[in-house]
């Protein structure tokens, strides 16, 4: 049995997220680990996908997000925006701004599976079922986010 397997192209690697990301809210995984420059690109949209998180929101779990900017959200993912307001109390979200944006993982880990996109512009990645492969993508994801601060906040305050 393969514990991983390459994925060429962006509608595989896609579809992959969102399986993913699908099962590890049925699943009832405690927390789920998403790192993007942006998330333009991911299933953060959908209907069914938010309908399963929004299961899946109970106070002792945890997503985390990491990302350089929020500023695709509302455009691309205003579901997922209104979603945010409503779990707000399930949700860490870092700014990374540091970081070079060709630098910044892409990656979703969620217990020991995990899906990281190597290639972003050939979309070539690699989804795994190996603890230590996970282990090592949240070691990278954690030091970067001891650097972040702060972002994506569930509602924006104006005077």
């Known amino acids: 049995m393969t514990m991983s397997r390459q994925i060429l192209g962006r509608?595989?690697?896609?579809?992959?997220?969102?399986?993913?990301?699908l099962e590890?809210?049925?699943a009832g995984e405690r927390e789920?680990?998403?790192?993007?420059?942006?998330?333009a690109d991911w299933p953060l949209n959908e209907p069914a996908l938010l309908q399963a998180l929004a299961q899946w929101a109970l106070p002792?779990?945890?997503?985390?997000?990491?990302?350089?900017?929020?500023?695709?959200m509302?455009?691309?993912h205003p579901r997922f925006v209104h979603w945010r307001r409503d779990f707000g109390h399930v949700v860490d979200?870092?700014?990374a701004e540091h970081l070079e944006a060709g630098l910044h993982p892409r990656l979703l880990v969620a217990g020991a599976r995990s899906l990281e996109v190597l290639d972003p512009v050939h979309w070539r990645s690699v989804e795994s079922q190996e603890r230590s492969r996970a282990l090592l993508l949240l070691q990278r994801f954690d030091a970067i986010a001891?650097?972040?601060a702060p972002g994506f906040a569930a509602s924006t305050l104006g005077l």
């Open 11 to 21: 509608a595989e690697s896609v579809d992959a997220l969102r399986k993913l990301l």
């Open 24 to 26: 590890a809210a049925a």
């Open 32 to 39: 789920l680990w998403c790192s993007d420059p942006d998330f």
């Open 60 to 72: 002792h779990r945890r997503l985390h997000l990491l990302a350089q900017h929020y500023d695709e």
């Open 74 to 76: 509302p455009r691309r």
């Open 93 to 95: 979200a870092w700014c």
């Open 146 to 148: 001891q650097r972040s």
